[in-house]
């Protein structure tokens, strides 16, 4: 067990609705990280923060969007969902922002776009 | 070309032989290689970390770092069906990504098959 927790585990919704995935990053951690993981393109990096404040941006769309609330949990939130959403959604975390503090990664939300 | 290229398999090999896996990249600026094992359904769990070229062992696993050829490598001595899973390679490079390793860049990854 990695210490993150991501809840929900799946999640299935319509094109054009909204949804929330949650993380809790390990105790201690101050870094979170969310990363996309589909079929063709493999994990890709979306976005990082590092106790609070947004830290670097990856391949994120613009319907994105995340946040790192006071108590160091995170929320991703996505919006006007198409089909090619659908993948699992992981969250990272780590204890300092630098290269060397390994990531440990969550289970996982599944989203399913129909 | 891909910044990370990574054959994706599957690979199947009978229980006891030795597994190598491999990654080629394209960006000089990379200098921290990690390999991640992800079990099926399971988020990837960090099996080695290595900073800049040359070898690290730890227990049966060995990662190899070349960067005069952009090429990392990890070997699996007397593999085991537990072993059975998706690697991937994972790298970053501390002067275009200001030190975060939250710009990790993946392969997409080798499924690993050991047959009992």
């Known amino acids: 067990d990695s210490g993150v927790t991501q809840t929900p585990k799946h999640l299935i919704t319509a094109t054009g609705q909204r949804v929330t995935l949650r993380c809790s990053p390990r105790?201690?951690?101050?870094?979170v990280y969310w990363y996309q993981q589909s079929l063709d393109q493999g994990l890709q990096f979306l976005i990082q923060?590092?106790?609070?404040?947004?830290?670097a941006k990856g391949n994120i769309l613009e319907r994105f969007s995340a946040q790192q609330f006071p108590d160091l949990h995170s929320e991703l939130n996505l919006s006007s969902l198409e089909l090619g959403d659908s993948a699992l959604y992981f969250c990272?975390?780590?204890?300092?922002?630098?290269?060397?503090?390994?990531?440990?990664f969550g289970n996982g939300t599944r989203l399913t776009v129909t | 070309q891909k910044e990370v290229e990574q054959d994706p398999g599957p690979l199947s090999v009978p229980e006891g032989a030795i597994v190598s896996l491999n990654c080629t990249y394209s960006?000089?600026?990379?200098?921290?290689f990690m390999w991640y094992r992800q079990y099926s359904r399971k988020g990837p769990e960090l099996l080695m970390y290595?900073?800049?070229?040359g070898n690290k062992e730890d227990g049966r696993f060995t990662a190899q770092v070349d960067k005069s050829s952009k090429y990392i490598s990890l070997f699996i001595r007397d593999s085991q069906p537990s072993d059975s899973a998706t690697y991937l390679c994972?790298?970053?490079?501390?002067?275009?990504?200001?030190?975060?390793?939250?710009?990790?860049?993946f392969g997409k990854g080798t499924k690993l098959s050991v047959k009992p």
């Open positions: 990272a975390s780590s204890a300092a922002g630098g290269a060397i503090s390994p990531l440990h």
């Open positions: 105790s201690g951690d101050l870094s």
């Open positions: 923060y590092y106790n609070g404040e947004e830290r």
């Open positions: 960006n000089s600026a990379f200098q921290y």
């Open positions: 290595t900073y800049s070229s």
């Open positions: 994972a790298m970053s490079g501390l002067a275009n990504y200001g030190g975060s390793q939250g710009n990790l860049i």
